[in-house]
């Protein structure tokens, strides 16, 4: 698809390697990589492909260069099948700065469904080599806050909905606490297109960072939006992990390339995880245990357990 070969196209160009096979539709590539040099780098998936989706594959790449590095993302910041860009600011980023690293990640402009037409920069400079981490302990959760969008041509009224319905869906579970969804309306030079949505976070005292988030479509009701996420964030709370089942595979990469052992909890394993685990053990000297916790029977957690290869940017 669009997103998947401007992601191809990005890392070829960030190490000046060479990609054989690199059309839409293509069923196979032949991939040779260069030295990763940094620089300044553009990504168009011209559609409303996930600007999130291109950063994932080129983050563990540039972490490696030999400079800093500026990624110039167009596409979708809020899509279907994806990170929502929220997302990956409010939860991604916090979290996996603690493997020693910073990036810093500028929405320009946000891109919906179909048209995209979004744009994220994303700096970064290089590290020797990434930390282990150890996620293991969850924590009570201490606040919970969000932000219910709307975008073009959509009234301030949506997101008040979807923030509201959230709100009493998460109260049902939660009574004592403080929700501080707020509802927004982005400036109309920094949106392109109509769009709306909402993501919620639940913050614990050990500062693990879990999420639900939904969309909204044509045709869908602004309330069924607001539970949808908030249905999922009590999910991912349910299970007792210190990760939701959106971060738990985008974690995976960058617990192989770190020197040391990482431990993560985390509720059910996904495909996603299954399919990140299987080939980065096939690419590196990484080696994985995943273990089911019997503490709580009524709880399906498990640990995430890995031997990172201890990669080293031989540039440094």
């Given at each position: 698809r669009p997103q998947h070969l401007s992601g191809l196209e990005i890392i070829r160009d960030l190490c000046e390697g060479k990609l054989?096979?690199?059309e839409i539709g293509s069923t196979e590539i032949t991939f040779t990589p260069g030295k990763i040099k940094g620089g300044t780098h553009i990504a168009d998936t011209k559609t409303a492909g996930s600007v999130c989706l291109l950063m994932q594959v080129a983050m563990p790449c540039v972490?490696?260069?030999?400079?800093p590095s500026e990624l110039r993302l167009k596409g979708g910041t809020n899509a279907e099948m994806a990170p929502q860009i929220d997302y990956t600011v409010m939860v991604f980023k916090p979290i996996v700065e603690k493997f020693n690293f910073t990036f810093n990640c500028d929405i320009k402009k946000r891109g919906y469904y179909p048209q995209?037409?979004?744009?994220?920069?994303?700096?970064?400079?290089?590290?020797k080599e990434l930390s282990p981490i150890n996620l293991t302990e969850r924590g009570a959760v201490t606040k919970i806050h969000g932000r219910a969008f709307v975008a073009g041509a959509l009234p301030i009224k949506l997101a008040k909905d979807m923030a509201a319905a959230a709100v009493r869906c998460i109260r049902k579970e939660i009574r004592d606490l403080y929700i501080n969804i707020q509802p927004v309306r982005e400036p109309d030079d920094?949106?392109?297109?109509?769009?709306?949505?909402i993501i919620i976070v639940a913050e614990t005292s050990t500062g693990c960072l879990l999420a639900g988030s939904s969309l909204g479509k044509r045709g869908k009701n602004s309330d069924k939006v607001g539970i949808e996420?908030?249905?999922i964030l009590l999910r991912n709370l349910k299970h007792g992990g210190t990760v939701d089942d959106s971060l738990q595979d985008q974690l995976i990469i960058f617990m192989a390339l770190a020197k040391g052992l990482s431990r993560v909890k985390s509720g059910p394993i996904?495909?996603?995880?299954?399919t990140a685990i299987h080939f980065a053990e096939q690419l590196t000297k990484a080696k994985f245990t995943v273990t089911k916790l019997e503490e709580d029977p009524s709880k399906d957690t498990y640990i995430i357990e890995c031997q990172g290869m201890g990669m080293i940017n031989p540039n440094l």
């Open positions: 054989e096979g690199g972490l490696f260069a030999a400079s995209g037409g979004g744009e994220v920069v994303v700096q970064m400079s290089p590290v920094q949106a392109f297109g109509t769009g709306s949505g996420a908030a249905e996904t495909l996603h995880t299954q």
